[in-house]
């Protein structure tokens, strides 16, 4: 099935350039003709009968383990990839290896500034890599096979991950340590600010991005200086995996970074033994708390999301519309942070055949190209307790989905559900804290929450949002400037697309995503994102002199 998928997404996809530069078609013509010369293993041949191994990487090495967490594969339940987690017994190495790292880090403005252009290299040559369609198909495949999610999908992920490194080549990273300098009091003073790196640093991330999150996290702690230890969620770790082999390939000093894959308990010891000077964490929000309170607050945050989409009394192309609504919700299987958690529906959107026209597309959705698929951290069971715990609330009403998937073999630890959305009333939603807690928690699924509000009840959707705990994503779907106006000016969240075309999905390499409200949120992607996160302010103010002619010692003071 995934030869037949991988052939008709690769005619299908439009997000791969075939062009690689002149440098690497060279080695490239012979060599990956027959096989990707950095890969251990084949995505399409991962199965019960051919596992694939997952090692970790400590102090230049790739090592193995005597504990192996066994995963099923998320489509038929097959044992098929073996995962080599390191134990509490064995963390002594990766803890040894951050402390090699000073404070200072790897290179600042001041020490080894030529490995900003090591990495501005290495950066380019890892972007033409990703260029070539061979190793692009490679990575979109082995995505799918722990993370299904349609082609398209995908390749999107590498996609964004290719443009990324494209937009730091050459002299970028230098540039992201551009200095400034403030004229001084007298002659020969002057303060200049610089951006400095933490030195040793730790970065976990989920399973939902395989790629695109560790990825340019990871590229943006070594832009800055950083000495990163990684841990991807083990489910999906061999994607994160076969990307080191192509950055040591691309001539990542093998130093410079290591690679773990253990339990939660295990990672926990190393960051309380450790100390590491700051952590980037991206996943669920209980588990965020717990290391803020661990680290004494070293950390950045990335966590999860109930995200809303508010549709505006303007009423204009409710194709598009109901299509995006579609993808923010359904896209993925509802496995983003970012994906659409509720929508809030303007009286006169609802006299349209819009949501008539969201059940339609949701319906279109089937496993067999994985448009919809596993759910991988909430069962079927626990999804469809949450609907019926919803469907209590007077006025609700199930509005499509709400079944299981038919027809599958996925094992019964994942979640199988048809596209699902309930509508609540605003004033049950509003009613009561136990409500508005039932309401809004997040299901990691293909689940949402819809509701209407009448054109005088604004101040009713704004008191929702404003009860909120979470802000990564919304999105107001209005052209009229007014009513933009008075929703982004009453809400938070990070990352808001506003104007007919909004969405709540989407974190392209060109402008920032991340949460707004919390001073810990961490952001991805573009410049200001890995100069807040990976960097902190250094000021150094040079006082040469001379000394005034004529100077006596003073008076006490």
């Not at 009968?49 to 193995?64: N, R, T």
């Not at 950066?123 to 033409?128: L, V």
């Not at 995996?241 to 894959?261: S, T």
């Not at 991206?282 to 588990?287: A, L």
Request: glycine fraction near 8%.
């Amino acid at each position: 099935m995934y030869r037949v998928l991988a052939s008709r997404g690769l005619r299908a996809k439009s997000l791969c350039d075939n062009k690689a530069s002149s440098f690497l078609a060279s080695f490239t013509s012979s060599r990956l003709n027959h096989s990707i010369p950095f890969a251990t293993v084949d995505a399409e041949e991962i199965s019960g009968a051919h596992p694939a191994e997952v090692q970790s990487f400590v102090q230049g090495k790739w090592i193995g383990s005597s504990n192996y967490n066994t995963l099923l594969d998320p489509l038929n339940g097959e044992p098929f990839i073996k995962v080599a987690e390191v134990e509490e017994s064995g963390v002594q190495p990766f803890i040894e290896s951050l402390a090699q790292c000073p404070k200072h880090g790897l290179h600042n403005p001041f020490k080894s500034p030529e490995r900003y252009l090591l990495y501005g290299d290495v950066s380019t040559k890892a972007a033409h890599m990703l260029a070539l369609p061979k190793v692009s198909d490679f990575f979109t495949r082995l995505i799918q096979r722990v993370a299904p999610k349609s082609y398209q999908q995908a390749a999107g992920e590498v996609f964004v991950t290719r443009k990324f490194l494209e937009n730091f080549c050459g002299d970028q990273v230098r540039f992201l340590a551009r200095s400034f300098a403030v004229p001084g009091n007298h002659l020969g003073q002057q303060s200049h600010g610089y951006r400095w790196p933490y030195g040793p640093v730790t970065i976990v991330t989920p399973f939902n991005f395989p790629l695109e999150i560790p990825l340019l996290q990871l590229m943006g702690a070594l832009y800055m200086g950083n000495k990163p230890l990684l841990k991807v969620d083990s489910k999906v770790s061999i994607v994160m995996e076969q990307m080191m082999r192509l950055l040591h390939y691309c001539g990542l000093p093998v130093e410079d970074v290591d690679f773990i894959n253990s339990d939660g308990k295990t990672m926990n010891k190393i960051l309380l033994e450790a100390n590491p000077r700051m952590t980037l964490f991206t996943g669920s929000s209980r588990v965020a708390e717990k290391l803020a309170l661990d680290l004494k607050g070293r950390i950045r945050l990335e966590d999860a999301g109930f995200d809303w989409k508010v549709l505006g009394p303007d009423v204009q192309e409710i194709d598009y519309v109901a299509w995006v609504c579609d993808q923010d919700a359904y896209a993925c299987s509802g496995q983003k942070c970012s994906a659409q958690s509720i929508l809030f529906v303007h009286e006169n959107w609802s006299k349209t055949p819009l949501l008539s026209k969201l059940k339609d597309l949701a319906g279109r959705r089937k496993l067999e190209d994985l448009t919809i698929g596993p759910v991988l951290t909430f069962t079927t069971e626990a999804m469809l307790e949450h609907m019926e715990n919803l469907l209590q609330i007077p006025g609700s009403k199930l509005l499509f989905g709400g079944k299981p998937l038919k027809n599958h073999s996925i094992p019964s630890i994942y979640g199988a559900l048809e596209p699902t959305a309930v509508y609540v009333p605003i004033e049950e939603i509003l009613k009561d804290s136990k409500t508005y807690e039932l309401v809004t928690k997040e299901i990691f699924g293909p689940f949402q929450i819809v509701t209407e509000y009448k054109k005088d009840q604004l101040p009713l959707v704004l008191d929702a949002l404003e009860r909120m705990h979470a802000h990564l994503t919304a999105a107001v779907v209005s052209n009229d400037p007014i009513f933009i106006q008075e929703v982004i000016g009453n809400t938070v969240n990070g990352t808001t697309y506003a104007g007919l075309r909004g969405r709540t999905t989407g974190a392209p390499q060109n402008h920032w995503f991340g949460p707004a409200g919390d001073p810990r949120g961490a952001g991805i992607g573009t410049p200001e994102a890995i100069k807040l996160v990976w960097s902190c302010h250094r000021e150094v103010i040079y006082d040469y002199g001379p000394i005034p002619h004529g100077w006596e010692l003073p008076a006490s003071t």
